[in-house]
T-cell receptor
């Protein structure tokens, strides 16, 4: 079954700390994997897009990794800021066109 | 350039009514897709339109329908509203040959 799981479900960290969010998937055939950030009441915004051959991709303080063999991805946030408080959604694109969404990780950054 | 615009932002309807949501994609984007987002189910794909044709459909009942106009603007209609239809409805558009969707801010529908 094509599924995307994310952990933890929610996370609270202090401003300035680092954190890592996990994504495991069983989607096949795999086209690419995306991380989105969604602020409360807003639409998701793309952070990174990774294809099968890419292991790491960065976007500012966000670094995503992909291990296509174990079907795992992570999103590392460095030096967190209050504005990082949001839901982070892992999405795996299947067969070039079908999006399989993870349930998201709710991150709260406290001062 | 302008992003994906969804109207209205908030909507309150009564059970049994119908509702129409609107989405204006980014200029030049011909592909528009719709998603339902609820706290319990997360994001779920409703349907995708390309050049006025429905190209893909998710697992939703026939009460959910959509259409796309020649200018790529899209509407989504939900008939006979149920309490469980309360959700954030998101529209996204993308350029041809690219799966980098840009999402709108969504319409928050509350059914009472």
């Amino acid at each position: 079954k094509n599924q995307v799981e994310q952990s933890p479900q929610s996370l609270i960290i202090l401003e300035g700390k680092n954190c890592t969010l996990q994504c495991n998937y069983t989607v096949s055939p795999f086209s690419n994997l995306r991380w989105y950030k969604q602020d409360t009441g807003r639409g998701p915004v793309s952070l990174t897009i990774m294809t099968f051959s890419e292991n790491t991709k960065s976007n500012g303080r966000y670094t995503a990794t992909l291990d296509a063999d174990t079907k795992q991805s992570s999103l590392h946030i460095t030096a967190s800021q209050l504005s990082d408080s949001a839901s982070y959604i892992c999405v795996v694109v299947r067969n070039g066109q079908n999006f399989v969404f993870g349930p998201g990780t709710r991150l709260s950054v406290l001062p | 350039k302008a992003g994906v615009t969804q109207t209205p932002r908030y909507l309150i309807k009564t059970r049994g009514q119908q509702v129409t949501l609107s989405c204006s994609p980014i200029s030049g984007h011909r592909s528009v897709s719709w998603y339902q987002q609820t706290p319990g189910q997360g994001l779920q794909f409703l349907f995708e339109y390309f050049s006025e044709t429905q190209r893909n459909k998710g697992n939703f009942p026939g009460r959910f329908s959509g259409r796309q106009f020649s200018n790529s603007r899209s509407e989504m209609n939900v008939s006979t509203l149920e309490l469980g239809d309360s959700a954030l409805y998101l529209c996204a558009s993308r350029p041809d040959g690219d799966y980098g969707y840009t999402f709108g801010s969504g319409t928050r529908l509350t059914v009472v």
